[in-house]
Each structure stands twice: as C-alpha cells, then as structure tokens.
C-alpha cells in the first residue's frame, strides 16, 4: 500500500492550496481517509477524515469552513481544498488511510493503518 501525498507549497496568507492522496494497493478494499499535519515543534494533530462512500466527513475545529475534504474512489484520489490559509496552518501534512472502519471517521493517528509520505504547507504573513 502507498499513500503519495501532493500539492504542498508556499502560500500568502488568506490564500489557496489543494492537496491531493493518491493510494495504490487498496484498490480492493474500501477505507476511510484522512488527513493530519505537524505545524513546526509540535505534535501531529487531526485536520479532517472522510469516509468511503464520502457521506460522512469531520472537521478540525480549527479548519472548519476553511477546508473541504472530497475523494474520487475512481481515480483513489483524496483530496483537501484550504481556503483562507493562515501562518497557523504552517505544517507538514499527512493522509492517511483506515481499511478497518471505512465507513466511519477516526480522528485518532494511531488508528490509521497507512500513511503518505507528507507534504510541506508554509503560510507566509
């Protein structure tokens, strides 16, 4: 199984990134997705998960209604349009991929089987 995160880079505050997971190896099974991040010197923490059918999604306080999570299970694509970016969402992020309860969202790191590799986000002021 491999997670192969994207779309991470440099942005102005009050500006857009989209980040995109593509997973391979789980073409077989259905698995709920989800997406953390470490800001700089701390610890990784939830952002948002969404489940296999994409009826059920849940959100970080701190993003709501700035970040929308989606997936295209024909293409094994999730993805994580942010908006309104501020320098506190500077962090590495990180999807993830949960094939036990698929069709529920975790918010817990450790409950997540597979992870990508991360993707850097910076948010200049």
Not at 9 to 35: F, I
Not at 90 to 102: E, I, N, Q
Request: aromatic share 12%.
């Amino acid at each position: 199984v491999q997670l192969q995160a994207s779309g991470g880079g440099l942005v102005q505050a009050g500006g857009s990134l989209r980040l995109s997971c593509a997973a391979s190896g789980l073409t077989n099974s259905p698995y709920a997705m989800g997406w953390f991040r470490q800001p700089p010197g701390k610890e990784r923490e939830f952002v948002t998960a969404v489940s296999w059918n994409g009826r059920r999604t849940h959100y970080a306080d701190s993003v709501k209604g700035r970040f929308t999570i989606s997936r295209d299970n024909a293409k094994n694509t999730v993805y994580l349009q942010m908006n309104s970016l501020n320098p506190e969402d500077t962090a590495v992020y990180y999807c993830a991929a949960d094939p036990d309860y698929s069709y529920m969202v975790r918010i817990t790191a450790s409950e997540y089987d597979y992870w990508g590799q991360g993707t850097q986000v910076t948010v200049s002021s």
